[in-house]
């Protein structure tokens, strides 16, 4: 397939992203950039400082609602690509309503808690609706540890094994690849393998 | 007696009579605050993990889950 060719069949196609923060926002544009028809993003934060190591936000939005500043900067990568901003904090109701039409969801949540609260509400409510996790991205280095395993609609990328703490923050790198991979498995899931 | 099961997608046979998930999170030393169990695809939720028995051939999923993103 070439590039107008995948575009042809991602322009139709609408991916929900639960969660705005490293994951989200790097998935979410790289899915932008290869010209996915619409976005459902959501997100009850607003962007700080201490969001700029990983996220893809700007320091001029600072104090801006997550969800408004995404649907700008994806926007302004691409502008034919259609956003659906909610700025609310997820919970089972509001899950499987967003998220109902979507063709493929991306848990993109921080806590293991709100991990566990989409992959049981969906489970429930949108039982063979593909899901890309992300799990396992602290710290730094590592490359090789960094996979991507399909169990069923469950496709989990990260190493599922260094958690966040003191010592081992979230730094864009890591965070990065497996926004990534979760946009590359997207793809794989609605292209197929290459 | 001897149950063998996939394990995320990997073959392994315990030497049991009979298997729970209680046991198997025992015998497979796995002590995660977190995490997703599925057993033929379908969802098993922590209350039951006592009650929910593995029998021969099934496909078990256990996913811990960790913070970040």
Redesign the interface.
């Known amino acids: 397939m070439n590039f107008e060719e995948i575009k042809k069949v991602l322009q139709t196609k609408t991916i929900g992203i639960a969660?705005c923060?490293?994951?989200?926002s790097n998935c979410a544009v790289a899915l932008a950039r290869t010209g996915i028809g619409k976005l459902i993003i959501a997100d009850f934060d607003v962007v700080e400082e201490s969001n700029l190591n990983r996220q893809y936000y700007f320091h001029h939005q600072i104090g801006q609602k997550k969800v408004e500043s995404l649907k700008v900067n994806i926007k302004l990568i691409n502008p034919n690509a259609q956003v659906e901003a909610h700025h609310i904090r997820l919970d089972e109701t509001s899950i499987a309503k967003i998220y109902k039409n979507c063709d493929v969801v991306v848990e993109?949540?921080?806590?293991?808690?709100m991990?566990?609260l989409i992959?049981?509400t969906m489970?429930?409510g949108l039982p063979n609706k593909p899901l890309v996790?992300?799990?396992?991205?602290?710290g730094w280095g590592d490359n090789n540890s960094i996979k991507c395993?399909n169990?069923?609609n469950?496709y989990?990328c990260?190493d599922?094994?260094?958690?966040?703490t003191e010592d081992l923050p979230?730094l864009a790198p890591r965070?990065g690849i497996v926004a990534n991979m979760q946009a590359n498995t997207v793809l794989e899931i609605l292209l197929g393998s290459a | 007696m001897a149950i063998s099961i996939t394990l995320n997608n990997r073959e392994e046979t315990f030497d049991t009579d009979s298997l729970n998930i209680d046991q198997l999170l025992k015998m497979k030393n796995y002590t995660f605050k977190m995490m997703v169990v599925k057993i033929n695809g379908n969802l098993v939720k922590r209350p039951q993990y006592a009650e929910a028995q593995i029998k021969e051939g099934d496909d078990v999923m256990i996913l811990h889950l960790i913070s970040g993103g």
């Not at chain 1, 923060?21 to 989200?24: I, R, T, V």
């Not at chain 1, 993109?108 to 808690?113: N, R």
């Not at chain 1, 599922?160 to 966040?164: L, P, Q, R, T």
């Open positions: 969660g923060g490293g994951l989200g993109a949540f921080d806590t293991s808690e991990k566990l992959i049981e489970a429930e996790l992300g799990v396992g991205m602290a395993r169990h069923e469950l989990i990260g599922e094994e260094k958690e966040i979230p965070v």
